[in-house]
């Protein structure tokens, strides 16, 4: 009997998950960060699931387009495109904007589209994955790795979250210096077998996190490293860490703001330079590649429109010689289970992904995905290969209910005045 893959039912989960007090240039994360659960049934009563950002914009947007997959089949993910052209958003709410907490350069309307459409496509891949009895990676036109690799994502962070505000406690200490770093470096490894890292940046001045760099360097000799200070820097002071930084570093992720800047650091750096910044979308593509702005382009298949956009932002990374990895924000299982399907079918995948998944406590799946040796197994179950806990999905939905709606759109500078009643997000360059 040939499988019925119409959409008869969508539901849409909003929730809020622990997350660490993690440092970036704009503030420090909040306790509590949002997500957005989707899930879509179909007439046989197969279910597929999908994750993506849960701030009040991105709800907005899913909520009619929800409606407008009724009846629609599972399979037409083409149609997902077309259904995000019909659902109108404001676009003075987005337009120009950087994006705050996110970090993931300049906001637009289309953008804040395809993250939503991302979400959609995830869940229709896991229910048509389930419905056909394939892998979502087969779905993609097959795997051709059987184990994806991650880096350790390391954070500047506190040992807590300030004193008095309703939080989860975690055990990884606090990071402030390098000392600090380098022994968050090493649970990292002890944890989860990492043996490439990641430092977010543009918390500290840059010597304070090139003395950092250098002590990762000494504790992992000939290990992969990173910077990332979210275009915080000048010009000048990105070619002064790529000078100071060149002989250890793999890459030098988003020194400065915009093409033109990092196209000037590029010409002189002598170190490649990443980004999930610059190049955002497939229009900011030409002008960055033409002036040599960027070496590798980090994907994310939650803002490029899904994992087949994830698919088509590598092929043409490929065709001009550019590398591809992947950008992380806070996510879940299931955006790292759909991160690791993707990633496992893209040819020329030569540096280490980037998941803020150790960071997350809190899960709704019934099983955490594990890293071992720093990777993640491609899964061969149908869809995904996750399965939804729905006891922590309706814990987690309870504290969404329950907040009076000042955790639900993630705002890093306001976490931060909760500590330094002063702060302002800084203007860029900082230094
Ligand atoms: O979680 O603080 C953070 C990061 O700074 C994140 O928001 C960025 O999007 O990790 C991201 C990056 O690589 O720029
Ligand atoms: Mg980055």
Redesign the pocket.
């Known amino acids: 009997m040939t499988a019925d893959l119409t959409i008869t039912a969508v539901h849409l989960t909003p929730i809020l998950v622990a997350d660490p007090p993690?440092l970036?240039t704009q503030g420090v994360?909040q306790p509590y960060t949002p997500r957005l659960i989707i899930e879509v049934e179909t007439a046989d009563g197969v279910t597929g699931v999908g994750e993506t950002y849960g701030d009040a914009k991105y709800l907005e947007l899913a909520q009619p387009f929800a409606e407008k997959l009724m009846g629609r089949q599972i399979s037409d993910l083409n149609g997902l495109f077309t259904v995000a052209d019909e659902v109108a958003v404001d676009d003075s709410r987005v337009s120009g904007r950087v994006d705050v907490?996110?970090?993931?350069g300049v906001q637009t309307a289309d953008k804040l589209r395809l993250s939503v459409v991302s979400g959609f496509e995830v869940a229709c891949l896991d229910a048509l994955g389930k419905a056909l009895g394939l892998p979502v990676h087969a779905l993609l036109g097959g795997k051709v790795r059987d184990s994806v690799e991650y880096s350790a994502?390391l954070?500047y962070k506190w040992a807590a979250h300030p004193e008095g505000v309703p939080a989860e406690p975690d055990d990884w200490g606090a990071a402030v210096d390098p000392a600090g770093v380098v022994a968050q470096a090493r649970a990292f490894t002890e944890r989860y077998g990492f043996t490439s890292f990641k430092l977010?940046g543009g918390v500290f001045p840059p010597d304070e996190e090139i003395a950092a760099i250098r002590a990762l360097a000494e504790a992992f000799p000939g290990h992969p490293l990173r910077l990332?200070p979210?275009g915080a820097w000048s010009v000048e002071t990105s070619l002064r860490v790529a000078a100071e930084l060149g002989d250890v570093l793999e890459y030098l992720?988003?020194p400065a703001l915009g093409t033109p800047a990092m196209a000037e650091v590029a010409a002189k750096a002598g170190v490649p330079l990443a980004t999930?910044?610059c190049v955002t979308t497939f229009g900011e593509i030409p002008e960055a590649f033409a002036k040599g702005a960027v070496q590798v382009v980090?994907s994310d298949h939650h803002y490029w429109g899904g994992l087949r956009a994830t698919q088509q932002l590598a092929a043409v990374c490929r065709t001009f010689g550019v590398g591809v990895s992947m950008?992380?924000?806070?996510h879940l299982g299931i955006s790292l289970a759909a991160m690791t399907h993707v990633a496992a079918t893209v040819p020329d995948l030569h540096h280490a992904c980037?998941s803020?998944y150790p960071w997350q406590s809190e899960d709704v799946l019934t099983e955490r995905i594990v890293f071992e040796g720093g990777r993640v197994t491609v899964s061969d179950a149908p869809g995904l290969g996750v399965e939804l806990d729905r006891d922590r999905l309706a814990f987690l939905h309870r504290r969404w209910l329950d907040d009076d709606g000042t955790l639900r759109d993630r705002d890093?500078a306001a976490a931060m005045r909760v500590a330094h009643p002063d702060w302002v997000t800084p203007s860029v360059p900082r230094w």
């Not at 950008?327 to 806070?330: K, M, P, Q, R, Y």
Request: aromatic share 8%; no cysteine.
């Open positions: 993690l970036n994360h907490g996110g970090l993931r994502y954070f977010k990332d979210n992720e988003d999930n910044m980090l950008h992380s924000n806070t980037d803020h890093d």
